[in-house]
């Protein structure tokens, strides 16, 4: 077992952020923060991710100021846009078409704030979506998959038939890039615990 004196914060709400961090052997609490995820004007995808990572590590840091933060956040990009999550079905639809029968690249940006000092970087990887019907479109739109997740598509669910293959970390898409989010948390001094 591996052993740290400081607490590690998980600053998401995102089921699948905790998932991937608590199948990579970290103990952590979650304590998700409340930041604007707008884009700003003129703003690149990977500045996006970036600031919007490091808005949520500090105001959650600003409370915990003795704990470990990670916060992270993930767009996807085609054609130099950036796709965050659809506002409604008729959103999530567009953006799938968008992505049908090419590449886009899916950025994350993760910050970690600790006593090592604040640290933040972005993962890139890209995915290659077969050609969609507008039913299979509209099939997926239908079991609500979409609603919630950047680009509206979750690769480690029923979109996982759509994907014919990914460039970089898979675990980037699904939306922490785990072996980034390692090492910078090595940095910190925080090594998790061995896997049970």
Known sequence: MYHCAVRLILASASPRRSELLRAAGFDFQVVPADVDERPLPGESPDTYVRRVALDKALA?????????????????????????????????????????????????????????????????????FAPLSAGEIAWYVASGEPSDKAGAYAIQGLASRFVERVEGSYSNVVGLPVALVYRLLREQGFLGRAAD
Do not use: F, Q
Not at 87 to 92: I, M, N, T
Not at 106 to 111: K, R
């Open 60 to 128: 959650v840091a600003a409370c915990l100021p003795d704990a470990v933060v990670l916060a992270a956040d993930t767009c996807v990009v085609v054609d130099d846009a950036i796709l965050g999550k659809p506002a409604d079905e008729a959103d999530a639809a567009s953006m799938l078409a968008m992505l049908s029968g090419r590449p886009h690249d899916v950025l994350t940006g993760v910050a970690v704030i600790g006593p090592a000092g604040t640290r933040v970087e972005s993962a890139d990887s890209r995915v290659v």
